[in-house]
């Protein structure tokens, strides 16, 4: 194992509640009332079938991007507290760090540097530089080729199915932690190698560079 792929939203950062909020507005804006239940029932890190699976017309689908950047920005979110720590230890021990989201590029950049973070990576990338959404493993398959990483010597880390998904598809190794976007109970049907309860269990689990696949 060399390279640590993040997803950014419930994985790193909280924004639960700052997505729910924005959310909340924009499905009132246009006259259609949204549950918190709703919301986590069909959520996913490709919006747009959150779009469709709450009943957004298509032709609201990138005003609604639009509204969602300038809502989410005026709702509290934050840097998971141990995530600094985490990445830190990872790159003592020898590790690469890379970022790789669904979250727009503009907003990315700008939270990490409100937590001055950036520099803990040594690859930052998001899914819309790709031109695919999760789970599609093509972004994580050119990363790699980017970062000259085989599959089995990376493992992506993330909060959703389709983390686990697209992980698989590239035939990385993949690590699910519960956020409150996603329950334990979901990340388990989707069979992840590794599942934690809290972030910080990365570095019990794996305390050493692994020699091969398979082990768990």
């Known amino acids: 194992m060399k390279l640590f792929i993040f997803d950014w939203d419930g994985t790193l950062q909280d924004s639960a509640e700052a997505t729910l909020l924005a959310y909340e507005t924009i499905f009132n804006e ?101 031109g695919v959404r999760k789970p599609n493993p093509r972004a994580l398959l050119s990363l790699l080729v980017e970062s000259e990483t085989a599959p089995h010597e990376a493992i992506y880390v993330g909060d959703a199915v389709e983390d686990i998904q697209m992980g698989r598809g590239a035939g990385t190794y993949t690590l699910a932690v519960p956020s409150a976007f996603v329950s334990k109970d979901a990340l388990r049907a989707a069979q992840p190698d590794f599942l934690v309860e809290r972030l910080e269990e990365i570095l019990e689990i794996l305390p050493q560079k692994t020699a091969s696949k398979g082990t768990r």
Do not use: C, N
Not at 89 to 98: D, I, M, N, P
Not at 121 to 130: A, E, G, K, L, S
């Open 30 to 130: 246009v006259g259609i009332p949204l549950q918190r239940s709703d919301f986590l029932a069909t959520y996913s890190p490709d919006w747009y079938r959150t779009y469709e699976a709450l009943g957004l017309p298509r032709e609201k689908f990138e005003w609604a991007d639009r509204r969602w950047l300038e809502l989410f920005s005026r709702f509290p979110r934050q840097l998971l507290p141990e995530a600094p720590e985490i990445l830190q230890a990872l790159r003592e021990r020898g590790y690469q760090v890379a970022l790789l989201t669904a979250a727009a590029a503009s907003r990315l950049h700008s939270e990490l540097e409100e937590y001055k973070i950036g520099g803990l990576f040594h690859h930052v990338r998001t899914m819309d530089q790709y």
